[in-house]
């Protein structure tokens, strides 16, 4: 029998999982959905609780797979690259957000979701909360479906007063354990003044946007792929979960064309604002339609400079 296609994000049917999703392996550890495509018999995912260890950076995590799962990597096309894929045989439960996460034992929780479907926005809780490896100083995260307007929705709950932003002490205390990719600095004053990320009742919550079916713009096979280190402007921002940022390229070290797409899950990355520049060390993948790519996943920002 022929192996099916890797399958896209479609809905809340197992085994299908979007990103947010939490497994629960037959070993005991846990894990977080990744990305938008999955390859036959798995999914795309990275260990976030092993050993009773909680893993915050993504570097913690890969640190774990080379030592621990080698066996899961393996290559992609559409992705571009070698991910870590646990094969469903492994996987005990897959908790979704849209799923258990809308039904949250804690009231405070549930509160929020209200609030949110109140604007029509169709949320549950994922993160530490969904997997039940939360601790008192753990964030809530909430996960929404794309939808018309979804942002301004989220950013009225801070006129309004239900939300508030985070402190330039507390982002900088938020970026302490878990800043990747960007100056601890100059991300923490990014956080200060973000949507997606604030507070509700004293606890500090993040937003994630998910709209997989955008990825179908950026996502391979690809034809070709070419080491280049950058300086990019972001010429269109994104709050979206994946985030597509179209960047005109100032500076290459290999030919590009004027413009390329960023294309990250990583929450640090959405909401740049529009002029920042970053210099980038990475892979620019290259579609058959011409289309250049660089996913941030895989590169290293070397600086940033926010307008």
Known sequence: MSESPPRHCEDSAYPLAVEGDIIRHVDGSIWVVKGCVHPPGALVAVPRVVGGAKLKRLSEAMEVVRRYYLHYVRSVPEIGREVPAVPLKDVLVVLRWLREGRRPGEELLRELLKALEDLGLECGIAGSHLGGYSDAGSDVDVHCLDSPDAYERISSLYSSGLLGHLEPGEAL??????????????????????????????????????????????????????????????????????????????????????????FTHRLRFAELPVGTLLQIRGTVLTRACGVSVLNLEESEVLWSLFS
């Open 173 to 262: 205390l938020e970026v302490a354990g878990v800043s990747e990719s960007l100056d601890p600095r100059r991300h923490a004053e990014l956080i200060a003044r973000r949507v997606l990320q604030g507070k509700y009742r004293g606890r500090r919550v993040t937003f994630r946007v998910v709209n997989c079916e955008r990825a179908r713009e950026v996502i391979g096979p690809y034809v070709d792929a070419r080491s280049a280190e950058m300086v990019v402007r972001i010429a269109e921002s994104d709050y979206r979960t994946p985030a597509i940022m179209r960047a005109d390229v100032v500076r290459s070290s290999v030919s590009v064309g004027q413009s390329l797409y960023l």
